[in-house]
């Protein structure tokens, strides 16, 4: 890499809780989408982790999870380091393949043995046979000083057995890469991802990116709101001047939502719940979900609490995402009410009435027709789950966003502070450092759940509503919000990165590298000293 040069050309790296995103700075969408966890075996990691594959392990980790000691995000350092080298390079090797060549080069009967992309030990498990090749004993000349191999020395060299990759294909050390981090960041996971980027990846350079700035930024906005509602978690970052003032998040998201859907569809009767799988709006082909148990639903809607979790249960996941986003569509107005609540409001006249009431006469004067129920459902209109079609059970289960306290979400899930994204947005107004209400005007909407039907309008109308309360009621109380659309659904979901590339490609930025040579100077405390600052959760 030149560093005298006008032009980096950047690696843009987004590790997100579901999904890893990667490409060449200067592109207007990522190139590489994999899954953010890797399966763990006995004799073999394997990335990626394709959904109905037939692995030899039992379990996968996950790259980010929630420590509940630590009361943050840990960054798994081995998941990690394995997830970024395939998604980088795309050459990811088996335990026990390393360990065979090194025993062949100390003498001992060499057979073929298949290299895989995603690491495997047979032919038959490998989930692209394209990515199948074979090693012949020829190879090991290209191994220099064979009596005295390492581990290291392999993964050095192996590179060249393989002629196939699902990942960048990029030569290790070649590019420097621009690392997009999220709200609950903390200085230690920003050290741990610095020392294994280059003692491991030998990368030249790096820089951290705050995740909600660079969305702003793939808008060209420097003053806006930004709504990020992931897999895992839901934030409001404030930024104003090209500062990020103040965010809340909270660890609730689009898993929540699928374990809502899988309870939903545990409690259903067997002839409903096969109308709902073979539903003409969709096709699921071979699925798992014929499995499914509360347990199940236990596991995925406490997923980003867990380091670990079972390949099946992985794969279920997988089945009722792939459910909920074939008809995803969040209702305009309030869907669902417990009536256990008794929640009611107050007209200026003094009238009470409850919000169910309320929410009738929103039905009544909605454009929404069709999907919805023209009522709100509460305890009381759905006595049983056997008459439940697809398109309610999706649309009950993503009002948990709006309404956590509502009668289907499982006792299981632990929603802690949470209670609904405008919530955080009037919390967040209530502290004099953030009070900032001209920047609602901008309001981004971003995150892999942003694409959902209704979503944009759903956040409309609750904001409009808070705005038309007094001020003793909500913060947001005169605010004029406004969102700014995107383009496309992709744009949406990726901001952050886009917002990254566009970055990363301005030749100004080119002073703002951390260098290898800065590096071992200071040690990746660096990262620290020299990235972005902002208010840090630990």
Not at 109 to 131: M, T
Request: hydrophobic share 35%.
């Amino acid at each position: 890499m030149n560093w005298k040069g006008p032009y980096v050309g950047a690696l843009v790296l987004d590790v997100g809780h579901s999904t890893i995103r990667a490409g060449y700075s200067g592109e207007s969408l990522p190139s590489q989408l994999w899954s953010s966890s890797v399966g763990i075996g006995s004799g073999a990691d394997v990335f990626p982790v394709i959904p109905g594959s037939r692995y030899r392990i039992k379990s996968v980790e996950h790259i980010k999870y929630y420590d509940t000691e630590s009361n943050g995000i840990v960054v798994n350092r081995n998941a990690y380091s394995r997830a970024v080298r395939g998604t980088l390079s795309g050459r990811v090797y088996d335990k026990a393949m390393i360990e065979h060549l090194k025993g062949s080069c100390n003498g001992n009967d060499f057979e073929e043995v298949s290299l895989l992309v995603g690491a495997h030990k047979h032919d038959g498990e490998c989930w692209d046979n394209f990515s199948n090749y074979m090693i012949s004993g020829d190879n090991l000349d290209k191994i220099p000083e064979r009596d005295v191999l390492t581990p290291s020395n392999v993964v050095d060299f192996i590179h060249s057995f393989n002629s196939v990759s699902s990942g960048l294909s990029e030569v290790t050390g070649s590019r420097p890469v621009f690392i997009v981090e999220g709200n609950e960041s903390t200085k230690k996971n920003r050290m741990v991802q610095t020392e294994v980027l280059f003692e491991e990846l030998g990368v030249p350079g790096l820089y951290f990116g705050h995740g909600g700035q660079l969305a702003s930024y793939s808008l060209g906005l420097f003053s806006s709101v930004v709504i990020d509602i992931g897999s895992s978690t839901t934030s409001v970052t404030f930024l104003a001047d090209d500062e990020v003032i103040g965010w809340k998040e909270h660890s609730v998201g689009g898993d929540h939502v699928d374990s809502i859907i899988l309870n939903l569809l545990a409690g259903t009767s067997e002839s409903n719940f096969s109308y709902i799988m073979n539903h003409p709006e969709y096709n699921l082909g071979v699925s798992t979900l014929s499995k499914i148990s509360v347990n199940d639903a236990t596991e995925i809607g406490n997923r980003q609490l867990n380091k670990e979790m079972s390949l099946d249960v992985y794969n279920i996941h997988h089945d009722v995402r792939t459910l909920k986003e074939s008809i995803l569509r969040v209702s305009p107005v309030p869907l669902v009410v417990d009536s256990e609540l008794n929640m009611t409001a107050q007209l200026p006249d003094g009238e009470a009435f409850e919000l169910s009431d309320e929410g009738s006469k929103l039905r009544l004067n909605s454009k929404g027709k069709g999907l919805m129920p023209e009522i709100p459902l509460d305890a009381k209109t759905i006595i049983s789950l056997d008459r439940i079609n697809p398109f309610q059970l999706v649309g009950i289960s993503c009002e948990v966003l709006f309404n956590p306290q509502i009668a289907y979400v499982p006792k299981f899930i632990d929603l802690g502070s949470f209670r609904g994204v405008v919530p955080i947005c009037e919390d967040l107004l209530r502290d004099n450092s953030t009070y900032r209400r001209d920047i609602f005007g901008q309001i981004v909407l971003v995150g892999g759940f942003s694409g959902a039907s209704g979503l944009q309008e759903r956040l409309t109308m609750e904001m409009n509503r808070a705005s038309g309360k007094s001020p003793q009621e909500s913060t947001l109380s005169g605010t004029k919000c406004k969102f700014v659309t995107f383009n496309s659904k992709q744009a949406s979901r990726h901001a952050s990165w886009i917002g990254a590339s566009i970055l990363s490609s301005l030749g100004s930025f080119h002073k703002c590298w951390i260098s290898r040579l800065e590096y071992n100077e200071h040690g990746p405390n660096i990262a620290n000293r020299k990235g972005p600052t902002f208010s840090y959760n630990k």
